[in-house]
């Protein structure tokens, strides 16, 4: 399953790994927006560095987005208003609008299409309604000039929104590659195909890749999506989530943004294309490896595009991966037990496109020292007892989701013994090679989902995304 946007990208050229005996000055782990974006900050400030990439760029996050660039996020920021201050929360709308507001003028400058288009939090049911109500009056005290209506004119069910008018969309893809070119017009290198399997604990930091080759550096950058190192014990504090989108042609998208309050949200907008814009429909979301069938999830969407969008013929689908934080705050800067040396962004909780940006001028920042006072103030944020009840619960669904598979183990072995015959040969012992976790088969990925931490991992065991660096192990 192939994303729309990376059915479409231009293959990103690749540079040869840096003589181990070199000295970088920044190794950034991932090449996504995160990735791409600080290391275009730093080789534009002077700096030695390479971007190591475990499989190409775009390939997890970013590449399957639906890539959208708004300050008005869904019901994000009353969320973060329910954990903390009104000056936290200002710092993280004044983070993303810088962030937003970057991305724009890289886009303008290189040439990279932008589509303005209005973004809405809308009600599709009664039910609905308060949340948004409240998404709308917190947005305006944090000075977002947002607009309430008591109907959108859009084709499917709603019952009032609030509207921010001039926001952003774009081709993700479009974006990574003219990042990649303009890194290595600033002497930066690229690197795909090299997957980090650890980093030294101890001095200046010794980069392990999976084929033998070592990397040595003075500062080191994990934008992996979950961090591939545990040190900071972040798996313990994000909560993965899964969501999936389609693309149609054959109907007439709104010119907008669109996304629902409630949990099983639907997120709508259009994409232009030759022969006339898509429809992109978004939603149907759920925590990793936490799931009978994701090819339900597909189906979902399926079935409430046709009631809407009557008509619509499906061109791709696909499905994306984000990280919740406690408090709907992001994690940047570095890490605890680092050494002062490595440097994370995390937990970005779908809204990437702004946060990648503000975690990039965050940790660019803090390495050049000249670090903005909203990166001060989100970072010295305290954790609050609703911030310890959502962790305590997020540690609890992880408990609940290992006795389950526990138990799936107990009666069937492992996953893929006994398994129902439309599930493959296995060929692989279906324990995560992270924490151990017991996983499950995503029937539309086919995929091994770890439902403790979010790992995933091929059919035949290498990873596909984090925090696990190693394969799954063969069965004798």
Request: proline share 6%; with cysteine.
């Amino acid at each position: 399953m192939t994303s729309l946007w990376l059915d479409r990208a231009a293959p990103i050229p690749d540079d040869a790994l840096p003589d181990e005996d070199d000295l970088l000055d920044v190794v950034v782990v991932g090449a996504g927006l995160t990735g791409l974006a600080t290391a275009l900050l730093l080789a534009r400030a002077g700096q030695q560095v390479a971007v190591v990439e475990a499989r190409h760029v775009g390939a997890v996050t970013t590449g399957n987005t639906t890539a959208k660039l708004s300050l008005l996020q869904g019901t994000h920021l009353s969320r973060i208003r329910s954990h903390q201050s009104q000056r936290v929360a200002t710092a993280y709308v004044d983070a993303n609008r810088e962030g937003m507001a970057w991305l724009l003028r890289f886009c303008d400058d290189h040439g990279v299409a932008v589509q303005r288009r209005p973004a809405a939090t809308y009600a599709a049911t009664q039910d609905e309604r308060p949340d948004v109500e409240e998404e709308h009056r917190v947005a305006s005290s944090l000075g977002l000039p947002v607009q309430w209506h008591d109907r959108l004119d859009v084709p499917f069910p709603n019952v009032g929104g609030t509207v921010l008018a001039e926001q952003a969309q774009f081709d993700p893809m479009h974006v990574l590659a003219a990042l990649a070119e303009q890194l290595r017009v600033h002497g930066g290198t690229l690197h795909q195909g090299h997957r980090v399997r650890s980093v030294s604990r101890r001095g200046m930091p010794t980069v392990s890749l999976a084929g033998g080759e070592t990397l040595r550096t003075e500062n080191v950058v994990i934008a992996t999506g979950t961090p591939i190192l545990d040190r900071g014990l972040y798996f313990a504090k994000l909560e993965p989530q899964r969501s999936y989108a389609l693309a149609f042609r054959g109907v007439e998208p709104p010119e907008g943004m669109y996304l629902s309050a409630g949990s099983d949200s639907r997120s709508v907008r259009d994409v232009p294309a030759e022969g006339g814009p898509l429809l992109l429909v978004g939603g149907s979301g759920h925590v990793v490896g936490r799931m009978r069938s994701a090819i339900a999830h597909y189906d979902t969407l399926r079935d409430w595009t046709q009631t809407h969008f009557p008509g619509a013929v499906e061109t791709h689908h696909w499905s994306a991966q984000d990280y919740q934080s406690h408090d709907g705050i992001p994690y940047m800067g570095a890490l605890p037990r680092g050494g002062g040396r490595i440097y994370v962004a995390t937990g970005y909780e779908k809204w990437g496109m702004t946060n990648a940006v503000a975690a990039a001028r965050t940790i660019s920042a803090q390495m050049l020292g000249q670090k903005p006072s909203w990166a001060t103030t989100l970072g010295r944020r305290v954790t609050g007892p609703a911030g310890v009840a959502e962790i305590l619960k997020t540690n609890a669904g992880v408990g609940v989701a290992q006795i389950g598979g526990l138990a799936r183990a107990v009666r069937n072995r492992l996953p893929g013994a006994d398994a129902p015959a439309t599930d493959p040969p296995c060929t692989v012992v279906g324990v995560c090679t992270h924490l151990g976790g017991v996983l499950r088969w995503n029937d539309a990925e086919e995929s091994w989902d770890c439902p403790l931490h979010g790992s995933r991992f091929t059919a035949d065991g290498e990873v596909l995304e984090g925090p696990a660096t190693r394969p799954l192990r063969r069965r004798s």
